[in-house]
T-cell receptor, first 112, second 118 residues
């Protein structure tokens, strides 16, 4: 079993829909949680960063971390065709170079 | 804003050759991470450095080595290249500090080096 599980999709939604992406993990030591967006052949782009549990909102994006359930989510409101990309969750147990584990990535398609 | 710089962007090598990939972190960032991403796969952590010391190690082959220099740039050296080493290699950097008691750990990725081994 992988340390971080993420449904690879693909996930197809109409423009304007609310998108829900999530990851589960098994390592209770993880404290740092990140969501990245990656377009084909490009480097991952950091979208959201959360330390420990709680919610964080930035524009159309909301990240949630539930450490008790080992479950993290990313919500995208008012989805746009430009949001079509692969979304990767990532997490680590510490800063200063701790190994970071990525999920498999979910491919999202937003149809106009 | 300055981003992570990687060079070269593309590299083509023959089997058994060597390759050196370079990474220049965002200014003031003290931590560098190296990742390997195969086609359709998620980035796999290879190795990381904090303040010029190796911090953590992942699935990095013994044929690979890396270091972080005094100016915080990092180099990934790959020897005896194999066909399976063909992949995108990403470098990411972060600042391992705190602000108001909350730690930083956001990793910002470079554009990657596409290595093709023939």
């Amino acid at each position: 079993q992988k340390e971080v599980e993420q449904d690879p999709g693909p996930l197809s939604v109409p423009e304007g829909a609310i998108v829900s992406l999530n990851c589960t993990y098994s390592n209770s030591a993880f404290q740092y949680f990140m969501w990245y967006r990656q377009y084909s052949r490009k480097g991952p782009e950091l979208l959201m960063y959360t330390y420990s549990s709680g919610n964080k909102e930035d524009g159309r994006f909301t990240a949630q971390v539930d450490k008790s359930s080992k479950y993290i989510s990313l919500f995208i409101r008012d989805s746009q065709p430009s949001d079509s990309a692969t979304y990767l969750c990532a997490m680590s147990a510490g800063s200063g170079g701790f190994k970071t584990i990525f999920g498999a990535g979910t491919r999202l398609f937003v149809k106009a | 804003a300055a981003g992570v710089i990687q060079s070269p962007r593309h590299l083509i090598k023959e089997k058994r050759e060597t390759a050196t990939l370079k990474c220049y972190p965002i200014p003031r960032h003290d931590t560098v991470y190296w990742y390997q991403q195969g086609p359709g796969q998620d980035p796999q952590f290879l190795i990381s450095f904090y303040e010029k010391m190796q911090s953590d190690k992942g699935s990095i082959p013994d044929r690979f080595s890396a270091q972080q220099f005094s100016d915080y740039h990092s180099e990934l050296n790959m020897s005896s290249l194999e066909l399976g080493d063909s992949a995108l290699y990403f470098c990411a950097s972060s600042f391992a500090g705190t602000s108001g008691g909350r730690p930083y750990n956001e990793q910002f990725f470079g554009p990657g080096t596409r290595l093709t081994v023939l």
